[in-house]
């Protein structure tokens, strides 16, 4: 029999393994790293799928083949805008866009997850978690929520989109209340940065040092 903090396939898991989710310009960023502050590892989603498909990796060669010669830059990195672009605008694409890349964030991850060791607390940042139907994957699960017109209106003044894509972004996505289906903990970032990592360090003092105590998870 495996021990607990054992995959079936022997690789060591670590003491608590969290899915952070929240839909864009959330705060969950702000979340995140402020968990890495409290001593958790972040395993960045966002930054995982850039790295995929780096200049010469098999993830871009495979997002030229799908996608065309239009999907890379003049640099040889792949033109993140016109890709944008087009999967949004085109369901099919987008399909094969995340048929190439996510299996190879999935891989990538839990490689990174599996190497942090058996004490660690793991926070895995994962923007289409509940999409992608993952939140059983997790220990935990913390979804940030925000109201979305001003998160419309972060996009428009902090990414410099128009109102439209910023609406069709948030569209794009799963919404608040499939979001809290899956959510074990709830933030919802309503008054501010430093309320919001308050919020942060309440659910670490009530979720997580407990577990590095000995505790068991406390699931909803």
């Known amino acids: 029999m495996n021990n607990v903090n054992e995959t079936e396939d022997g690789m060591v898991r670590p003491r608590l393994h969290i899915g952070l989710t929240g839909g864009i310009a959330s705060g969950k960023s702000t979340v995140a790293a402020e968990l890495s502050a ?13 790295a995929v498909v780096e200049p010469g990796s098999e993830g871009l060669g495979r997002v030229r083949e799908a996608l065309g010669p239009t999907a890379i830059a003049a640099d040889g990195s792949m033109d993140r805008a016109a890709v944008g672009k087009l999967v949004f605008a085109d369901p099919e694409a987008r399909a094969l866009l995340n ?13 990174l997850v599996m190497e942090a060791g058996p004490d660690a607390v ?11 139907g993952q939140a059983g994957t997790y220990d ?12 419309v209106v972060r996009m428009v ?16 996505q799963a919404t608040d209340e499939q979001r809290r289906a899956a959510a074990d903990v709830l933030i919802v970032n309503d008054a501010g940065l430093e309320d919001l990592r308050r919020a942060t360090r309440r659910v670490w003092d009530e979720y997580v040092e407990p577990v590095l105590g000995g505790d068991q998870i406390r699931r909803r």
């Not at 048929?99 to 490689?111: N, Q, T």
């Not at 935990?140 to 998160?151: C, F, K, Q, T």
């Open 157 to 172: 003044r902090d990414r410099g989109m128009t109102e439209d894509d910023a609406r069709a972004r948030i569209a794009a």
């Open 99 to 111: 048929g190439i890349i996510h299996p190879l964030v999935r891989a990538e991850g839990r490689r």
């Open 38 to 50: 409290l001593g958790a590892i972040v395993v960045d989603a966002d930054a995982l799928s850039r």
């Open 140 to 151: 935990l699960v913390l979804v940030v929520e925000a109201d979305p017109e001003e998160r």
């Open 122 to 132: 793991v926070v895995q940042d994962v923007p289409l978690l509940v999409e992608s």
